[in-house]
């Protein structure tokens, strides 16, 4: 047996197969949909995940208004920023975010799981959130993925 027989695969940006994915957040509680959009946007799914290239899916998240979270915590739920200013701390709860803005709160979710660095960013810019259930990608033909069947 040749010891050239076995090569460690890692992939690069040329070698990546990134697909393009449409999952569906209707009635799906946002802790583990956004875990598992994360893991997609990742690309740990893949046999040749390599941590430091962006060889993850680009993910388009539809019917973002519909998500759920358990227990008390549309009301309770907040989120933290601050502007920079002085006395420019801000929150909103996940009721209001709702409201306002719904994408933000699957985005939020899905940001705080991937890694904090540029890569993490990179990532990100592969995630396509909209409210309802049309989205402007059907040239790049995605295909569609029960969210519930990962891992």
Known sequence: MSQLSYKTISANRETADKRWVVVDAKDQILGRFSSNVAY?????HKTNFTPHVDCGDN???????????????????ER???TGHP???????????LQRK???LVEWAVKGMLPKNKL??????NLYVYV?????HEAQQPTIIDINAIK
């Open 40 to 44: 997609l946007l990742r690309g740990k």
């Open 59 to 77: 993910v388009i998240v539809i019917n973002a208004e519909k998500i759920q979270l358990s227990g008390n915590k549309v009301e309770t739920k």
């Open 80 to 82: 933290l920023w601050h």
């Open 87 to 97: 006395g420019g701390q801000r929150s909103r709860t996940a009721e209001e975010t």
């Open 102 to 104: 719904p994408t933000d």
């Open 120 to 125: 993490g960013s990179q990532m990100f810019r």
């Open 132 to 136: 309802g259930p049309e989205h402007p």
